[in-house]
T-cell receptor, first 114, second 113 residues
């Protein structure tokens, strides 16, 4: 059984650009969540997808959007990048969407916005 | 709303000493509690979790945590730490209709020889 994978590992963008981050969930996990971890902070919830539908959203603006595909992969898209978007972006997959569902994290994508 | 407070941002200890990393939470509903560990330049790994049943939960590498509902705490302990335990430890909570994980700010455990 493979774990959660993310690509790319590192990314450098300039302010105003758009970025797409990718995640491959564990096989059979139909729920994926995305988190932003700023330097020295705990992860902050961005949104969750369950069976290809957005299942909930944290306190992030609409320029953060996502997609989930039937093959257990997903994307996080960020438009109009700002300097404060520099962070480690983590995706996590789980077998169930509820609060009991244990979330398994990928290694993350480190985004630097200049 | 839920929140998590990790009372110590850094905890330095010597190898083979005991350690306790403190976590307190706030929630108006029943909670599920998690401890994750993050090694440098890596993602989060689940260390242990409390969902229901016995309030004392253990990991395979010697850590344990006890859910204390009256004190709204879920402190992480290990009787004897190793150099390899050096990492950042995050406490997280979910519960009710709140499917997301709410994390504390983390505690950096540094084990010195």
């Amino acid at each position: 059984e493979t774990g959660v994978t993310q690509s790319p590992t590192h990314l450098i963008k300039t302010r105003g650009q758009q970025v797409t981050l990718r995640c491959s969930s564990q096989s059979g996990h139909n729920t994926v969540s995305w988190y932003q971890q700023a330097l020295g902070q705990g992860p902050q919830f961005i949104f969750q997808y369950y069976r290809e539908e957005e299942n909930g959203r944290g306190n992030f603006p609409p320029r953060f959007s996502g997609l989930q595909f039937p093959n257990y992969s997903s994307e996080l898209n960020v438009n109009a990048l700002e300097l404060d978007d520099s962070a480690l972006y983590l995706c996590a997959s789980s077998l169930e969407a509820g609060p009991r569902g244990t979330q398994y994290f990928g290694p993350g994508t480190r985004l630097l916005v200049l | 709303a839920q929140s998590v407070t990790q009372l110590d941002s850094q905890v330095p200890v010597f190898e083979e000493a005991p350690v306790e990393l403190r976590c307190n939470y706030s929630s108006s509903v029943s909670v599920y509690l998690f401890w994750y560990v993050q090694y440098p330049n890596q993602g989060l790994q689940l260390l242990l979790k409390y969902l229901s049943g016995s309030t004392l939960v253990k990991s395979i590498n010697g850590f344990e945590a006890e859910f204390n509902k009256s004190q709204t705490s879920f402190h992480l302990r290990k009787p004897s730490v190793h150099i390899s335990d050096t990492a950042e430890y995050f406490c997280a909570v979910s519960g009710g209709s709140n499917y997301k994980l709410t994390f504390g700010k983390g505690t950096l455990l540094t084990v010195n020889p």
